[in-house]
């Protein structure tokens, strides 16, 4: 294994965080845009990714900091922030916790927080969200050693499953809170289920693409598919993360409840963290030959 395990929680937790903040901020920022009704009530159920954003991203950096077997180490990779994609994440993730924690902080304890505070957090920690999530990616995919890394459509599959992860938390929180379900927490739910079939392709085509690339990451892809890992990515990816969630949104269309949501944004959650254990745990280092980014 390349990394540690403490590197898959990592990926995970911290884009869980940083998914969540970003729909958070689109949410509000569509509220203070438009000031309709359903804008508003959107807005408010989408309030709790303020507060999971800075836990989550805490948690993460956590883990990093396993990873790299003690503080001193943490902070000698954050005295040099351009010298690796490492230090450069690292930084990321910190200017990210300072944000999210100012946004969490305006929330529960501002009663009237001015127009111009709230647009820089969202703008700001939105940025600092999408840099978080495509990080996450970015740090495997430039180990050009692994073919199975080595393609641009990781860092997209990482986005993706963040945002994906992050909207599945907010509504987790939402149908634990509410006492009925609302109409704004479905329509976000909806939204999951479009995230879900993008994802879905985005999987396809980067295994499709890391089968035709060389020998490493083929046999990269054997082991997901067929391999020590097939239980992992068939139950933990494919059932949990992908075509259960959106069986769930099918019967939905008959059967209404809390506990849907919850189940579907459940397995969201699981697959958002088997698509990391998988990616992480099938790599395998590439023979020494010239090659292109694919």
């Known amino acids: 294994m390349v990394f540690s395990s403490y590197i898959v929680w990592y990926l995970f937790l911290a884009g869980v965080a940083s998914g969540a903040f970003l729909v958070a901020s689109i949410c509000c920022a569509v509220d203070a845009v438009r000031r309709t009704r359903s804008?508003?009530?959107?807005?408010?159920?989408?309030?709790?990714?303020?507060?999971?954003?800075?836990?989550?991203?805490?948690?993460?950096?956590?883990?990093?900091v396993l990873d790299l077997g003690s503080p001193e180490r943490a902070w000698l990779v954050l005295l040099a922030p351009f010298e690796s994609i490492v230090a450069t994440g690292a930084w990321l993730v910190m200017l990210f916790f300072i944000v999210s924690c100012a946004a969490a902080l305006c929330g529960l304890f501002m009663r009237e927080v001015p127009q111009w505070l709230l647009w820089t957090s969202w703008i700001v920690g939105g940025f600092l969200a999408i840099g978080v999530m495509t990080y996450t990616g970015l740090l495997l995919s430039?180990?050009?050693?692994?073919?199975?890394?080595?393609?641009?459509?990781?860092?997209?599959?990482?986005?993706?499953?963040?945002?994906?992860?992050?909207?599945?938390?907010?509504?987790?929180?939402?149908?634990?809170?509410?006492?009925?379900?609302?109409?704004?927490?479905?329509?976000?739910?909806?939204?999951?289920?479009?995230?879900?079939?993008?994802?879905?392709?985005?999987?396809?085509?980067?295994?499709?693409?890391?089968?035709?690339?060389?020998?490493?990451?083929?046999?990269s892809c054997e082991m997901l598919l067929f391999g020590d890992l097939a239980a992992f990515f068939w139950v933990g990816v494919v059932a949990c993360g992908l075509i259960g969630p959106l069986l769930v949104h099918i019967l939905a269309t008959k059967v209404r409840g809390t506990a849907l949501i919850l189940v579907s944004s459940a397995g969201v959650l699981a697959g958002g963290f088997f698509v990391r254990y998988c990616i992480v745990n099938a790599a395998l280092f590439t023979p020494m030959t010239l090659g292109g980014f694919a």
């Open 39 to 64: 804008c508003e009530e959107l807005a408010g159920s989408a309030q709790s990714g303020f507060l999971i954003a800075p836990v989550t991203v805490a948690l993460a950096a956590l883990f990093l």
């Open 142 to 219: 430039d180990l050009v050693a692994i073919d199975f890394w080595y393609t641009w459509l990781l860092p997209v599959l990482f986005v993706v499953s963040s945002i994906a992860t992050g909207l599945a938390a907010i509504l987790v929180v939402d149908a634990l809170m509410a006492k009925h379900v609302q109409k704004t927490a479905r329509s976000l739910w909806a939204v999951g289920a479009v995230l879900g079939i993008f994802e879905c392709i985005v999987v396809a085509a980067f295994l499709v693409g890391r089968f035709l690339f060389s020998e490493a990451a083929r046999a």
